[in-house]
């Protein structure tokens, strides 16, 4: 199967001839219910771990710490836009807890990540070994396995990022397509808007954008040595919304994508929104951050 984005729905450089300069590429990783192996970059299936290596575990106390769920793994061979890991690694394993008990709030995400070579894993943990989570806090955060359909895709930045001429501008359009929708009585949905619909894909990507509907952008400078941060991995929970529903893919000769296929992971981030998963530009091997939206 391949799942295809449509053509958006306008033209947005033509429209604002200065976005050429802003225009990035994300990978829409599609994820579709599957059976991946450990060989396979994927959502919720088994990974490629060393069976000499300790399985992660949450570092914080609260009712019932343990072994850190497995979220995904991406080979970067198979996703064009993961940005490159430290010292030439190329499998990305993400992990989380299953628990919202961490953080300043104690009502926050805990998530890890771990950067491999995977041409060094010579014996590796046989799929029935690798721990499940017995008890969890939150159904969201046990994903249902996927196999991934790649896509690479046109980005631009997001709204309140643009400054200047340019920022004005689309801004003004913005709440021209907006009122235009209201006098003739139709949902705020129903004319595209760049927020919406030309700048940035939602949905599971790796690279591209980052989305920030709910705080407005942030800080992400790096926190080891100052250097400016890049989207590294988005995880979402719905792969479009009703407000998004432009970016919907199709497969390939059918005009409908399948039920249920705008949250086929089953996870749920947040109040099901999304995690911005940040690295360094200048040093892969620094710390990440991770900032919920």
Same mark, same amino acid.
């Given at each position: 199967?391949?799942?295809?984005?449509?053509?958006?729905?306008?033209?947005?450089?033509?429209?604002?001839?200065?976005?050429?300069?802003?225009?990035?590429?994300?990978?829409?990783?599609?994820?579709?219910?599957?059976s991946p192996g450990a060989g396979?970059?994927?959502?919720?299936?088994?990974?490629?771990?060393?069976?000499?290596?300790?399985?992660?575990?949450?570092?914080?106390?609260?009712?019932?710490?343990?072994?850190?769920?497995?979220?995904?793994?991406?080979?970067?061979?198979?996703?064009?836009?993961?940005?490159?890991?430290?010292? %030439?690694?190329?499998?990305?394993? !993400?992990?989380?807890?299953?628990?919202?008990?961490?953080?300043?709030? /104690? +009502? &926050? #995400?805990?998530?890890?990540?771990?950067?491999?070579?995977?041409?060094e894993v010579r014996e590796a943990?046989?799929?029935?070994?690798?721990?499940?989570?017995?008890?969890?806090?939150?159904?969201?955060?046990?994903?249902?396995?996927?196999?991934?359909?790649?896509?690479?895709?046109?980005?631009?930045?997001?709204?309140?990022?643009?400054?200047?001429?340019?920022?004005?501008?689309?801004?003004?359009?913005?709440?021209?397509?907006?009122?235009?929708?209201?006098?003739?009585?139709?949902?705020?949905?129903?004319?595209?808007?760049?927020?919406?619909?030309?700048?940035?894909?939602?949905?599971?990507?790796?690279? %591209?954008?980052?989305?920030?509907? !709910?705080?407005?952008?942030?800080?992400?400078?790096?926190?080891?040595? /100052? +250097? &400016? #941060?890049?989207?590294?991995?988005?995880?979402?929970?719905?792969?479009?919304?009703?407000?998004?529903?432009?970016?919907?893919?199709?497969?390939?000769?059918?005009?409908?994508?399948?039920?249920?296929?705008?949250?086929?992971?089953?996870?749920?981030?947040?109040?099901?929104?999304?995690?911005?998963v940040f690295a360094c530009a200048?040093?892969?091997?620094?710390?990440?951050?991770?900032?919920?939206?």
């Amino acid at each position: 199967m391949i799942l295809t984005t449509p053509a958006r729905p306008l033209d947005v450089e033509a429209l604002f001839p200065g976005l050429a300069a802003h225009r990035g590429t994300a990978t829409r990783l599609h994820p579709r219910a599957g059976s991946p192996g450990a060989g396979d970059s994927h959502v919720g299936g088994p990974l490629l771990w060393p069976a000499d290596e300790p399985w992660p575990a949450c570092d914080e106390q609260h009712e019932h710490s343990g072994p850190l769920l497995a979220v995904a793994q991406l080979y970067s061979g198979d996703v064009p836009d993961l940005p490159a890991g430290p010292d %030439g690694c190329d499998l990305l394993q !993400v992990f989380w807890c299953p628990f919202d008990r961490h953080g300043p709030t /104690g +009502h &926050g #995400m805990h998530v890890r990540l771990r950067w491999r070579r995977s041409a060094e894993v010579r014996e590796a943990l046989p799929r029935q070994q690798q721990p499940q989570a017995t008890v969890v806090g939150f159904d969201g955060y046990v994903p249902k396995p996927c196999v991934l359909y790649p896509e690479r895709v046109t980005e631009y930045p997001y709204i309140e990022l643009l400054t200047g001429e340019l920022g004005e501008r689309v801004g003004e359009w913005e709440e021209a397509q907006e009122e235009a929708a209201y006098e003739a009585g139709e949902d705020s949905c129903a004319l595209p808007s760049y927020q919406s619909d030309l700048s940035i894909a939602p949905g599971w990507k790796a690279g %591209g954008h980052a989305a920030w509907n !709910v705080t407005g952008p942030g800080t992400t400078d790096c926190r080891g040595c /100052g +250097h &400016g #941060m890049e989207l590294l991995l988005t995880i979402d929970t719905y792969e479009w919304r009703s407000d998004s529903a432009s970016w919907r893919p199709a497969p390939e000769g059918e005009a409908v994508p399948q039920t249920g296929s705008n949250r086929p992971t089953g996870v749920a981030v947040g109040n099901y929104g999304k995690l911005n998963v940040f690295a360094c530009a200048g040093d892969p091997a620094h710390p990440h951050r991770f900032v919920v939206q």
